[in-house]
């Protein structure tokens, strides 16, 4: 009889139990680690970070859903997170690398390796193409691991910025832009000329100059 009633208040406790997001995290800096953790925080459902490496068989970015219980709203959230951390996610349904969901759970798997991309970033360029017109021009200044904005204002801006799969990222705070490159020919007065052309991927709450896109345009 006792055996019983233990069995019932597990069983009970399982249904009450609600959904968790469980963290796999595999070469981040300190930096995103603090950014994912701070996300993480503002997002409702309960999470727990896994010290376990991430399955080679995953992308850098990967959500994992639970099979028998489909948290739509959470799921997007989620992949909210990656897409403002610089990464593409990729969803999987069902169980992937004998790694299995249930109970609405959700496996969030971020590998931050860096890899080198097929262009150089210019040290050089100007914002372009902003949400706001007033920003537009401000010049954008690569040195190593900083990038330096002139504000309208005068002031200077000093930020890191990284490269993440296809992507330049720019982190401010608590934040991140991320930037697709391209190489269109630009029209100036002088015709058509080859650019250098980083445009933004997200539009984020601020600050606004973020929500530019990063352009140089040779003159020969």
Avoid at 35 to 52: A, D, G, K, M
Avoid at 78 to 99: E, R, T, W
Avoid at 183 to 210: C, M
Wanted: hydrophobic letters at 35%; glycine letters at 6%.
């Amino acid at each position: 009889m006792r055996n019983g009633i233990l069995i019932c208040m597990l069983l009970l406790l399982t249904a009450c139990q609600q959904p968790a997001i469980y963290v796999y995290t595999q070469a981040l800096t300190e930096l995103e680690k603090q950014q994912l953790t701070i996300r993480l925080q503002q997002q409702p459902l309960p999470y727990q970070f896994i010290q376990l490496p991430i399955p080679k068989e995953f992308a850098a970015a990967t959500l994992l859903t639970s099979e028998d219980k489909l948290l739509t709203a959470e799921t997007e959230q989620l992949a909210g997170i990656m897409q403002a951390m610089g990464y593409q996610p990729q969803i999987h349904y069902v169980s992937a690398a004998n790694h299995h969901y249930s109970n609405g759970n959700i496996g969030f798997y971020l590998r931050g390796e860096q890899i080198e991309l097929g262009f150089d970033v210019p040290e050089q360029m100007r914002t372009t193409g902003c949400v706001e017109d007033r920003y537009n021009g401000l010049k954008v200044k690569f040195v190593d691991n900083f990038v330096e904005f002139t504000l309208v204002n005068g002031a200077r801006a000093q930020l890191g910025w990284q490269r993440y799969e296809n992507y330049l990222v720019i982190n401010y705070r608590d934040t991140s832009q991320s930037y697709t490159h391209s190489s269109p020919l630009v029209a100036t007065p002088f015709g058509e000329k080859p650019s250098d052309t980083f445009r933004y991927n997200a539009h984020i709450e601020g600050p606004q100059w973020l929500n530019c896109s990063l352009q140089v345009v040779y003159m020969d």
